[in-house]
């Protein structure tokens, strides 16, 4: 993925200095006239918190329906495969387990094949989206994206950029989080059935300059050019969603264009009503990402769910100690909600 911009800085006008006596001493009243209303806010507030749900931000594992726990073991075991660029032996053997894994949750599995030419040396590298179809005879659809392919190298470690990069959050959560979605949405009956979809090639990228987005390009192009039998009535696109200090603001390309800002309206109100704070409903980072190429090519109203703001941000630190288990329920608990009230 890569970012356009940062988000405006917010500032905030000094207050106006009052020096009349008068004003003085309406200052003093209010003054005295706030601590006593915080004092009585103060003593009713416990009482309050006792009979309310769980504030977000301070849910523990154990509040959320959705099994973090078991989404951080997928995300090691990705992990454990190693680094796992495009064309790589490890990209190989993780598309193996995906398959093995959604086959045996009764989903329908296919690949979408295609070649592209290395940026290095031109040779042919072999690439491969992966479609993952719960309920595939329904003929109108949600789409729920992820990139599986890792960074060749992490470009932006201080130490080593041509150092190990094994992409713990910007790879790997996704992936782990759609193998526990998956165990929700088998269960899934409803007008609209449901497709993960695995995009290869996303950052493919040795220098600047190389192309990005491989995987999802193809996919909308051919969704176009050869069209699939079904429509996609609404998607979203998972990307490093497993930091442990999470915040996803609403992302900018999502937000500017009417079809796809809906959907970021129902995610974001959808983490409201489950009280999970860390979906931030203010503009945050302009990302360019997989979900360009279903919104502008393939006409998908797609918005990208991504933390931009990743100390690890493709370096070596990229590891699974720096993801969460909490993260990943938080997130994953939202999008299952959401897709449950649009799919029936």
């Not at 491989?214 to 192009?221: D, L, P, V």
């Amino acid at each position: 993925m890569v970012m356009t911009r940062q988000p405006p800085a917010r500032s905030v006008p000094p207050a106006a200095q009052k020096h009349s006596r008068q004003t003085w001493f309406l200052a003093v009243v209010a003054a005295i006239g706030l601590v006593i209303v915080g004092y009585i806010v103060l003593v009713d507030l416990p009482q309050r918190r006792s009979a309310a749900a769980p504030p977000g931000g301070r849910q523990r594992l154990a509040d959320i329906p959705f099994d973090g726990q078991r989404a951080y073991e997928n995300l090691k075991q990705i992990c454990d495969l190693g680094p796992r660029p495009s064309g790589s032996p490890a990209m190989v053997r993780q598309r193996e387990l995906l398959r093995s894994y959604f086959e045996k949750l009764g989903a329908t599995v296919s690949e979408q094949t295609f070649r592209v030419r290395h940026p290095r040396d031109g040779s042919a590298v072999e690439m491969a989206n992966m479609v993952v179809a719960f309920q595939p005879e329904t003929k109108e659809r949600f789409l729920v994206g992820v990139h599986y392919d890792t960074r060749p190298y992490p470009d932006q470690d201080p130490v080593d950029p041509r150092g190990r990069f094994v992409g713990a959050n910007d790879g790997a959560s996704g992936v782990a989080l759609l193998m526990q979605l998956g165990e929700a949405v088998k269960d899934m009956k409803g007008r609209y059935g449901v497709d993960f979809v695995f995009f290869d090639g996303e950052e493919f990228v040795f220098r600047e300059g190389d192309p990005y987005f491989r995987g999802s390009n193809h996919f909308a192009e051919e969704y176009v050019a050869n069209p699939p039998g079904h429509a996609y009535r609404q998607g979203v696109v998972l990307d490093m969603i497993g930091d442990k200090d999470l915040q996803l603001f609403e992302e900018g390309n999502s937000v500017d264009w009417p079809p796809s800002r809906a959907v970021v309206n129902a995610i974001w109100s959808t983490a409201k009503k489950l009280g999970v704070r860390e979906f931030i409903a203010r503009r945050g980072h302009t990302v360019n990402d997989d979900h360009l190429a279903l919104c502008q090519k393939a006409k998908i109203p797609t918005c990208d769910v991504i933390d931009f703001d990743y100390p690890h941000w493709h370096t070596q630190g990229d590891t699974a100690d720096k993801c969460s288990a909490l993260s990943l329920a938080k997130v994953g608990w939202v999008i299952e909600e959401w897709l449950r009230r649009g799919v029936r």
